[in-house]
């Protein structure tokens, strides 16, 4: 349970830092080559969501597929909608508060 939730936290992180981080991301094209300008914050995003899909291959190993995927998805929903309020400033519609109670239920449900 405790990899299950830092591969939450950690992969809902690593998305919130990579869209922090995203605003100065240039990726340039020539010829056969191109290049990339990385912020921290991206690659620290990155690092956490490396991080967090190892930590998949390992549940995954240890649990069945058909609960745990639909459980990590209800989570991470949640995390990234809260997250994006919290840290990025987005707006939680009346849609959103909806979505984290019926994905509730469903968790309430499957258990």
């Not at 809902?12 to 921290?40: D, E, N, P, R, Y």
């Not at 995390?79 to 309020?85: E, K, P, W």
């Amino acid at each position: 349970m405790i990899l299950f939730i830092i591969y939450v936290v950690l992969s809902s992180l690593g998305l919130i830092l990579f869209k922090m981080g995203s605003k100065s991301l240039s990726i340039l094209f020539q010829g056969h080559l191109f290049t990339a300008s990385l912020s921290l914050t991206m690659i620290a995003g990155i690092i956490c969501y490396l991080v967090s899909f190892l930590l998949w291959l390992v549940i995954v190993n240890k649990s069945q597929l058909s609960y745990i995927y639909p459980m990590s998805i209800a989570f991470i929903n949640i995390a990234i909608l809260l997250g994006s309020h919290f840290f990025l400033g987005e707006p939680i519609s009346i849609r959103g508060v909806i979505g984290i109670i019926v994905i509730i239920v469903g968790i309430i449900i499957m258990k």
